[in-house]
Structures are given as structure tokens and as C-alpha cells.
């Protein structure tokens, strides 16, 4: 996802549902962009915390216990989503207010709605033989 958003170290990349954190953490520590993880369960904040101390990039990365539905993500240039379609359409109005032009979305699996064509569509196998399909936009 980070290699298909092109993320360089200029760019601050937001995780929406970040999970045990590892996107901001390889954003960070193979990039050299700043991170910031949104996760509704304080439990997986925590363990995301807990890894980017292990990584050596907790000075890179920040994580926030908040419903991404009212994460303020203005200062991203990189949004990562691994959510159903249901709530990237959901998620669409905030990203395309907040966000500034040039940023990029990048979704896993999940498209934004037929109405929201991605701007490019990478489809692979990964490493465990899985069907990937990512998607991309582009902020105008």
C-alpha cells in the first residue's frame, strides 16, 4: 500500500483502523514519513504503541484511540484503508473535505463506490498466495 502511494519521507501517512499499528510503523521505518494510527480498541493503541517502541520509530509515530468516522486526518498526504466499502462511502465525505490536494487514499480490497472510480488499481498475489487488489486516489 505504501509503495503503491509512492510515500517519501515529506509525506505523514494516517492508518484509518490501524490495527496492531504497522502500517505507520513501515511508513516510518522504511520510508521515513511520519505516522499516526487511529484505532477504536485502546488494547490494539497499546499494542501498536508497544511495536513502534519495539521498531525504534516511536518518535515517528503517534496512535489515537478515536472512531476514525471523526478522525481529523487534514494534515495527512497518505490515508490507508483496510475497511468494507460501506465505510470508505461512509468515510468519503470527511476524506474529500479534509484532505488537500495531491494527497492520496489507498485502499485494501475495498473500492469507494462505483461513482468514485480509483485513479489506478494494482492487483498482485502476495508472499501467502492471497488475490490483493489495491486502490488509489488522488485528492484535486
Given at each position: 500500500?505504501?509503495?503503491f502511494?509512492?510515500v517519501t519521507r515529506?509525506?505523514?501517512?494516517y492508518?484509518?483502523?490501524?490495527?496492531?499499528?504497522?502500517?505507520?510503523?513501515?511508513?516510518?521505518?522504511?520510508?521515513g514519513?511520519?505516522g499516526?494510527?487511529?484505532d477504536?480498541?485502546?488494547?490494539?493503541?497499546?499494542l501498536?504503541k508497544?511495536?513502534?517502541?519495539?521498531?525504534?520509530v516511536?518518535?515517528?509515530v503517534?496512535?489515537?484511540?478515536?472512531?476514525?468516522?471523526?478522525?481529523?486526518?487534514?494534515?495527512?498526504?497518505?490515508?490507508?484503508?483496510f475497511?468494507?466499502?460501506?465505510?470508505?462511502?461512509?468515510?468519503?465525505?470527511?476524506?474529500?473535505?479534509?484532505?488537500?490536494?495531491?494527497?492520496?487514499?489507498?485502499?485494501?480490497?475495498f473500492?469507494m463506490g462505483?461513482?468514485w472510480?480509483?485513479?489506478?488499481?494494482?492487483q498482485?498475489?502476495s508472499?501467502?498466495?492471497?488475490?490483493?487488489?489495491?486502490?488509489?486516489?488522488r485528492?484535486?
Amino acid at each position: 500500500m505504501l509503495a503503491f502511494a509512492k510515500v517519501t519521507r515529506d509525506d505523514v501517512v494516517y492508518d484509518l483502523g490501524c490495527g496492531d499499528g504497522r502500517i505507520p510503523i513501515a511508513a516510518a521505518r522504511k520510508y521515513g514519513a511520519r505516522g499516526v494510527g487511529f484505532d477504536i480498541d485502546p488494547a490494539l493503541i497499546d499494542l501498536a504503541k508497544a511495536n513502534a517502541r519495539a521498531a525504534g520509530v516511536e518518535d515517528r509515530v503517534d496512535f489515537h484511540v478515536q472512531n476514525v468516522m471523526t478522525a481529523d486526518v487534514s494534515k495527512a498526504t497518505v490515508v490507508t484503508l483496510f475497511l468494507l466499502s460501506s465505510s470508505n462511502e461512509r468515510l468519503r465525505p470527511m476524506l474529500t473535505q479534509q484532505l488537500k490536494p495531491g494527497a492520496r487514499i489507498v485502499s485494501h480490497a475495498f473500492s469507494m463506490g462505483r461513482d468514485w472510480p480509483a485513479d489506478a488499481i494494482d492487483q498482485f498475489v502476495s508472499a501467502r498466495g492471497d488475490e490483493v487488489t489495491l486502490y488509489l486516489w488522488r485528492i484535486k
